[in-house]
């Protein structure tokens, strides 16, 4: 039993780490295609990657450890995330048990204060202006996150993603609620801030849009590679969340070897998931920064009616 536990977890961590930058690849490209681009393909991240890792690390010259350290430990981070919730495996696996939602919610906050801290280590001005960005957004799009989560355990009764799962795929009237339906539109606008999806415009270069980008903006070569690859992660343990615990919990097996067709399924489920991610970013203008509040609040306000409507209906 351990030894299929172990394997359970070994894959879902392997795909966790090396598929994220294909999702990313994939989403470019098929924006690309529906603004009648070219765009780059599928593998690109892996070949920017590649490249960054062959590159040079320049170091500011003011800054201290921390700018060195920070990448690999928000590295570690997202990667002991993706060994606690259910991002392929619907059934618990070696680290499951050492955290729950909360804790997830907690360490998705603390990889992103890493980042503004090594951020501001860097003394650029415009990562600091990034970081100031930031920090005036985070306070919304966490107090979100941790209140959804909060309100899924007073539905299921714990604070256990994999519970949550296999009541939401034994209930299947749930997946229909006012709560759920408004707990899957907070945590998708989330999805979306976090990542730097519009409509919220926090990627790019462009000096006033920039949050994400300017974070990253004194790193170079092999450190500059991992802070990327975090950000992949990141974005692939956002939306396995969002698909397998709001939006599509179904399909996944933890049987053995069946666990392995959850391969393809969470490929499916993704490819269901870049589909909306296109359509709204090609149909909705971006947000301009200064409305980028209006739009976590709005996120919280469904996060909240969430939580009331858990206790009343």
Same mark, same amino acid.
């Given at each position: 039993?351990?030894?299929?536990?172990?394997?359970?977890?070994?894959?879902?961590?392997?795909?966790?780490?090396?598929?994220?930058?294909?999702?990313?690849?994939?989403?470019?490209?098929?924006?690309?295609?529906?603004?009648?681009?070219?765009?780059?393909?599928?593998?690109?991240?892996?070949?920017?990657?590649?490249?960054?890792?062959?590159?040079?690390?320049?170091?500011?010259?003011?800054?201290? =450890?921390?700018? @060195? #350290? &920070? !990448?690999?430990?928000?590295?570690?981070? %997202? /990667?002991?995330?993706? +060994? =606690?919730?259910? @991002? #392929? &495996? !619907?059934?618990?696996?070696?680290?499951? %048990? /050492?955290?729950?939602? +909360?804790?997830?919610?907690? #360490?998705?906050?603390?990889?992103?204060?890493?980042?503004?801290?090594?951020?501001?280590?860097?003394?650029?001005?415009?990562?600091?202006?990034?970081?100031?960005?930031?920090?005036?957004?985070?306070?919304?799009?966490?107090?979100?996150?941790?209140?959804?989560?909060?309100?899924?355990?007073?539905?299921?009764?714990?604070?256990?993603?994999?519970?949550?799962?296999?009541?939401?795929?034994?209930?299947?009237?749930?997946?229909?609620?006012?709560?759920?339906?408004?707990?899957?539109?907070?945590?998708?606008?989330?999805?979306?801030?976090?990542?730097?999806?519009?409509?919220?415009?926090?990627?790019?270069?462009?000096?006033?849009?920039?949050?994400?980008?300017?974070?990253?903006?004194?790193?170079?070569?092999?450190?500059?590679?991992?802070?990327?690859?975090?950000?992949?992660?990141?974005?692939?343990?956002?939306?396995?969340?969002?698909?397998?615990?709001?939006?599509?919990?179904?399909?996944?097996?933890?049987?053995?070897?069946?666990?392995?067709?959850?391969?393809?399924?969470?490929?499916?489920?993704?490819?269901?998931?870049?589909?909306?991610?296109?359509?709204?970013?090609?149909?909705?203008?971006?947000?301009?920064?200064?409305?980028?509040?209006?739009?976590?609040?709005?996120?919280?306000?469904?996060?909240?009616?969430?939580?009331?409507?858990?206790?009343?209906?």
């Amino acid at each position: 039993m351990f030894a299929v536990t172990l394997a359970e977890t070994i894959v879902q961590y392997l795909f966790v780490v090396l598929s994220a930058p294909l999702f990313a690849g994939i989403i470019a490209n098929v924006k690309a295609k529906v603004e009648s681009r070219k765009g780059p393909g599928i593998f690109q991240p892996y070949y920017d990657l590649f490249k960054l890792f062959r590159k040079e690390v320049l170091i500011p010259e003011d800054s201290s =450890i921390l700018f @060195v #350290l &920070v !990448p690999y430990i928000a590295f570690g981070v %997202y /990667s002991l995330i993706a +060994l =606690i919730i259910p @991002v #392929l &495996v !619907p059934e618990p696996i070696i680290f499951t %048990y /050492s955290g729950d939602f +909360l804790a997830g919610a907690i #360490l998705f906050s603390l990889a992103g204060f890493l980042k503004m801290a090594a951020a501001m280590d860097s003394r650029n001005n415009f990562s600091a202006m990034s970081v100031s960005r930031a920090v005036s957004f985070t306070f919304l799009s966490e107090a979100t996150l941790i209140m959804v989560f909060f309100g899924v355990s007073l539905i299921t009764g714990t604070n256990n993603p994999y519970v949550t799962n296999h009541f939401l795929i034994s209930n299947p009237a749930s997946n229909l609620n006012l709560p759920h339906v408004f707990s899957t539109l907070a945590f998708f606008m989330i999805f979306f801030y976090e990542t730097g999806k519009i409509p919220v415009e926090t990627e790019g270069l462009h000096e006033m849009g920039m949050i994400d980008s300017g974070l990253n903006y004194e790193y170079s070569g092999k450190l500059l590679a991992i802070n990327r690859w975090t950000s992949y992660m990141k974005q692939y343990l956002l939306g396995a969340v969002l698909l397998n615990v709001f939006l599509v919990p179904w399909g996944l097996t933890a049987s053995f070897p069946g666990f392995l067709l959850d391969i393809p399924v969470m490929i499916l489920k993704w490819l269901l998931l870049i589909l909306i991610v296109v359509i709204v970013e090609t149909t909705l203008a971006k947000l301009r920064l200064f409305r980028v509040i209006d739009y976590l609040a709005v996120a919280l306000t469904f996060s909240v009616l969430f939580i009331i409507l858990s206790e009343v209906v």
